[in-house]
Each structure stands twice: as C-alpha cells, then as structure tokens.
C-alpha cells in the first residue's frame, strides 16, 4: 500500500481559487473604504472653506453691505478659494494651492458665494449640497 503525504493538484488549485475569491473582495472593500474616506475628507475641507468665507466676510463687512450684486434676492459678494489663501483665512495645502482631496485637482478658482440674508452672512458653494 502507497502511503505518500502531500496534496494533490485539486486540493491545490481549490485552495488558490478560494484565496483568489477572498482577495477580490477584501480589495473590494479596501477600495469602497478608500473612497469613502476621501468623500469625507472633501466634505470636511468644504466645511473649513465655509468657515474661511464665514471669517472673511467679517473683514469685508462693508463691501458686502453695499454691494450691488445680489443672489436669491440679497446682497452678495463673490469670492474664490484663492482669496482666501491670499488673505491669511486657509492655509493652502502645497504650493499655494488648497487640494480636492478626491483628486488632488486645484481649489483655488472655485467660486464661493457670500451672501446677507437677515443681517447674516451665508456662504453658497457648487459642492456645498453634496454633503
């Protein structure tokens, strides 16, 4: 009687296909993760530019009072991100450039609405209603 230890080509190659099928979706998973931290890592910066508008507006109180453009019906004033770099309200990421962290495309000419409503400042950005 033969009594040879190992496995047999079969074993083997079921055991490459199960690990193949585990891999796909573990990198599946990976890369959803992935995206997902990026989308919030975007919000996030979206926010931070916000409050860099909400702070920059203070500075131009007065040319936002009398301003002669409006939006939705009020008194607006139109920035970019790039003013905001200019003026010390965000720190840019490299270069003098604030980053998209989803990608890693330019900021800085992205146009930022502020706008009074009720004697309060709002900031109205494109992206603002995707998060």
């Known amino acids: 009687m033969n009594n040879k230890k190992g496995f047999t080509l079969i074993e083997l190659l079921c055991v490459i296909a199960i ?7 573990a990198s599946a998973s990976i890369v959803n993760l992935s995206n997902a ?3 919030n890592l975007y ?7 916000k409050s860099a508008a909400k702070n920059y507006a203070v500075g131009y109180e007065y040319e936002l009072n009398n301003s ?5 019906g009020y008194k607006s004033l139109t920035i970019t991100v790039n003013d905001l770099v200019e003026n010390g309200n965000i720190s840019p990421d490299k ?3 604030v980053l998209n962290p989803k ?7 992205e146009k ?7 004697n309060q400042v709002y900031v109205y950005m ?3 209603n995707i998060c």
Not at 19 to 25: E, W
Not at 43 to 49: F, N, P, Q, R, Y
Not at 103 to 109: H, I
Not at 112 to 118: A, G, P, V
């Open 112 to 118: 930022i609405i502020l706008y009074l409503k009720n």
């Open 37 to 39: 931290s990026k989308d």
């Open 68 to 72: 002669t453009t409006y939006f939705d």
């Open 126 to 128: 494109n992206d603002f």
């Open 19 to 25: 690990l193949a099928v585990v891999t796909t979706i």
């Open 103 to 109: 990608n890693n495309k330019s900021l800085n000419n």
């Open 95 to 97: 270069d003098n450039t």
């Open 43 to 49: 919000c996030a910066k979206l926010e931070m530019i």
